[in-house]
């Protein structure tokens, strides 16, 4: 079958998407979180690829009455299952005027994509402002999340250290396998990058707080050095369970190591940057801009579609970036008196136009739509954990004294610890145990968390960075699930 051309055919069917989209924005604070009806495997074998296709009208029936419905709420306002946004209302428009125009956002030039690059310069310009970092030292580049842009970080940070350290240019002469990476908690998408770019997950060395200690830090970078290696130091600001920062003071004697040892300083601040939005929180992000680099996601709590994130850089550290990430060809020359192509600065020869949401969204709510946002979803996270320590420990065992910011790490409480004997059968058992809860919270429909791991213990996490939350709407509602749900694995 043609591709359907027939313009009220099309007009209707956009009609009734405008339609849905609208209902599903009014209703999804009241929608179960988890799908109203999954669909099975055998259901989707039935639609598959046929010879002669089905048709618009047809393929939309089947996505409004099959596929839609198997979708979970994650944009509602009680989805803590991972750490991610919902979609503001701007963001939402703008990304819809984005698939209408379907812009290839590769080029910076003065004539045919003029209009995306200014939009994608002040939009980028913006954010940087948003994070209280000064637009004349740092560059944000737009990727598609954490995974791209600690990509471009270890890759910047390779061919920096090559050049600085050895005088080779790792992106014309190949890696010769002298780079290391120390961190503190790193994210999992720094040993993917490890991996993809050849420095091995083995060489990613995992510190812990150790990395605070300036005396522990000081010899390690000197042992290196004596080994004829260049370092690397990625600094987690908000750790995925728990959202907890380096020590007040840290991040600045880590910075004055790096500069006097050589070593390139990456900060991984994919939510914890936004601290910075709210003068309640930026303390815990102070020192971002000492970084040489820095990981921010949007579709976290700048509250934009999946997928959208930022890789920012000092400016002086552009060129570096360039030789990594350039693509040549005659149709894609640079244009003098214009914005390097975003293409050459980042992994992508395609790229979505995310940057019209990024800019609708922070020319609609500006930096006090964000801090509150910030301030609402942290003030919720302090309330759980609070509860939780205070009123039902009971029911809950929070596995951090504090909560710094927006995410809550905790188990159903277990009974008295084992013999140590018994210690490996008991894990297991309370993994399982834990596990179970989790189902059992999430089968309730009214919020989403995930299973995790924090200090060898199985645990149960809680991420707030939804537009939506609202303490007065949603805090009872999910009190009284934690509540239900605690009761009936209670020892």
């Not at 930096?367 to 009123?391: L, P, S």
Request: with cysteine; hydrophobic share 40%.
């Amino acid at each position: 079958m043609s591709i359907d051309t027939t313009k009220d055919i099309l007009g209707q069917i956009l009609a009734q998407v405008a339609e849905h989209a609208r209902d599903h924005h009014e209703a999804c604070e009241q929608l179960p979180i988890l799908p109203a009806k999954p669909v099975s495997a055998s259901s989707m074998a039935a639609l598959g690829l046929t010879g002669s296709g089905i048709g618009l009208e047809a393929t939309f029936q089947e996505l409004m009455s099959t596929l839609v419905p198997s979708l979970p709420n994650s944009v509602g306002p009680r989805y803590f299952s991972l750490v991610t946004g919902g979609v503001t209302p701007a963001a939402l428009v703008a990304d819809w005027l984005t698939t209408v125009y379907d812009q290839n956002s590769i080029l910076a030039t003065q004539n045919v994509y003029s209009g995306q690059t200014q939009i994608e310069h002040q939009a980028c310009e913006m954010f940087v402002s948003l994070l209280d970092l000064p637009t004349t030292q740092f560059r944000a580049i737009l990727t598609t999340g954490s995974t791209a842009s600690n990509i471009e970080a270890v890759a910047l940070g390779r061919q920096w250290l090559g050049a600085t350290k050895f005088g080779i240019d790792y992106s014309q002469d190949g890696y010769d396998g002298q780079v290391v990476v120390l961190t503190n908690r790193a994210h999992a998408t720094v040993y993917k990058a490890a991996s993809m770019l050849g420095i091995g997950r083995k060489q990613v060395h995992e510190m812990m707080g150790h990395l605070e200690d300036e005396g522990v830090l000081e010899s390690k970078l000197q042992e290196l050095a004596r080994q004829g290696k260049a370092v690397m130091v990625v600094l987690g600001f908000g750790e995925v369970n728990t959202g907890i920062f380096p020590r007040p003071g840290a991040v600045q004697r880590i910075a004055e190591l790096c500069r006097q040892h050589g070593a390139f300083l990456h900060i991984d601040g994919a939510f914890g940057a936004f601290a910075r939005c709210s003068p309640s929180y930026a303390e815990l992000a102070d020192g971002l801009e000492l970084a040489d680099s820095i990981t921010v996601c949007g579709h976290k709590w700048l509250n934009v579609p999946y997928d959208c994130g930022f890789f920012i850089v000092r400016r002086d550290l552009e060129r570096d970036l360039e030789r990594v990430f350039s693509s040549s060809a005659a149709y894609l020359k640079p244009v003098p008196g214009v914005p390097t192509h975003p293409m050459n600065l980042s992994i992508e020869n395609s790229q979505r136009m995310r940057a019209l949401a990024v800019w609708a969204t922070l020319r609609a709510y500006g930096r006090a739509g964000y801090q509150k946002i910030v301030e609402d979803n942290c003030r919720f996270a302090k309330t759980m954990h609070h509860w939780m320590k205070v009123e039902r420990p009971d029911l809950w065992t929070v596995l951090e004294e504090e909560c710094p910011l927006n995410i809550v790490v905790f188990q159903a409480t277990s009974p008295p610890n084992k013999p140590a004997a018994e210690e490996e059968k008991e894990l297991e058992a309370e993994a399982r145990r834990q596990e179970a809860v989790v189902k059992a919270l999430n089968d309730t429909g009214v919020a989403a968390f995930s299973g995790t791991v924090w200090k060898s213990r199985p645990a149960i996490r809680a991420a707030i960075s939804n537009w939506r939350t609202n303490i007065g709407k949603d805090w009872e509602i999910v009190r009284k699930v934690l509540e239900t749900v605690g009761e009936q694995f209670k020892f």
